[in-house]
């Protein structure tokens, strides 16, 4: 007769399986071992708490995220490998959750030295309770727009954010040393990205970035959607930078059209199991038509434009009534790499759009694993050479 799996062997099981796909520093996997996830996701089936999942703890009614989930677990142990906390650092963590990181964070750095905050009273409150109970009750916990951070225990040798950031507000870099680290979920061009960051003087430089997809923090409102059909079903997700250069109405009537698009291939091939994510960030690093794309399920099954890469979220390139998006065709040419990159083209300059979005396809092809370096200044001081995406309290500068 087999035994229920108890909570341990469920903990160890989910490290493990993290394991297997990434390396980890032995005390994060010791904190991962030790903090009981299911202490923090009360009401949740055990198995279920030691899924790599993200699990939803509050709704947010009429919005298609929730206001506050448990992250996936390994992009939690990711994201504290990024951060590099040392014993005795003072930690902020941005958004409180269930409190599980809060814990984590204290046995990275001991629990006097952890504050976490969130903008949700409902929210806060489940953190500090499941973090007493778990016997973590010298972590503190602020109920406060994350935004602003907490000046009281400042300054900080590390700050986390675990909700999707589009901008870096001023608070935290006058509450950050120099040389501390910031990691965060930041959002540009439709993307979401974990970004680790060393603070240098009036400088954040990157030493790494990793895809991820966080709940949006309350409270930034620089990105914007336009439908582009009666239904909704159509969407273009844009930075508020973009707003001359998308014409929705526009777009709209571009998608009506009873011309098809046209589409052009890539000279580039994936595997099944291969991301292509790359070609996003990469033509971000200089191309300031980089939009995000969404076509929901009733539209693929409607069958109203060609198949993005990925539905959900595509990158697309933007130009006024005309769009360009990238596409995936199989073809069984190369058994090993069956699919093909592309570009379906609409509009006026939709051609134009589609050959540049093949350029940053093709750039990408000579140099996939490439990682780009970011530098991020605030917006009153000297951004560095390069392009640069302007936000209203930081700039951001990418370079390959």
Known sequence: MSQTPTADRLRNRLVDAILSERALPSDVERAMRTVPRDAFLPGIELENAYTDQAVTIKDNPGQPLPLSCA?????????LDQLDARPSDKVLEVGAGT??????????????????VDIDSDVA????????AAGYDSVTVIERNGLLGVHEY??????????????IP???????????????????????????????????????????????????NGEKTAPLNAADTIRVHYDQDQ??????????????????????????RIGGEESFDGVWLRATAGDDRVCRLEVTPEAVEQDLIRRPAAPGRSPVLVDGGSLAYLTVTREGAEPERPFRLGAAAYGPRGEELAHDLIAHIDTWGAARPAVPQMTIT???AVAPPGHVINKPESRITLAY
Do not use: K
Request: hydrophobic share 45%; with cysteine.
């Open 71 to 79: 992250s996936v677990p390994s992009v939690v142990a990711m994201m």
């Open 99 to 116: 409190g599980y990181n809060a814990a984590l964070l204290a046995e990275l750095v001991g629990g006097d030295n952890v504050t976490t």
């Open 125 to 132: 409150l489940h953190a500090r309770t499941t973090l007493n």
């Open 154 to 167: 400042a300054p900080y040798d590390r700050i986390i954010a675990t909700v999707g950031v589009w901008d």
């Open 170 to 220: 001023a608070t935290w870099w006058e509450q950050l040393v120099d040389g501390g680290r910031l990691v965060l979920p930041l959002r540009w061009r439709g993307q979401t990205r974990s970004v680790a960051l060393t603070r240098r003087g009036d400088e954040l430089v990157s030493d790494g970035m990793e895809l991820c997809g966080f709940v949006p923090i309350i409270g930034q």
């Open 243 to 268: 707003d001359q250069d998308v014409d929705s109405d526009a777009l709209a009537g571009t998608l009506l059209a009873d011309e098809p698009a046209d589409h052009f291939l890539s000279a580039q």
């Open 378 to 380: 605030p917006s009153v």
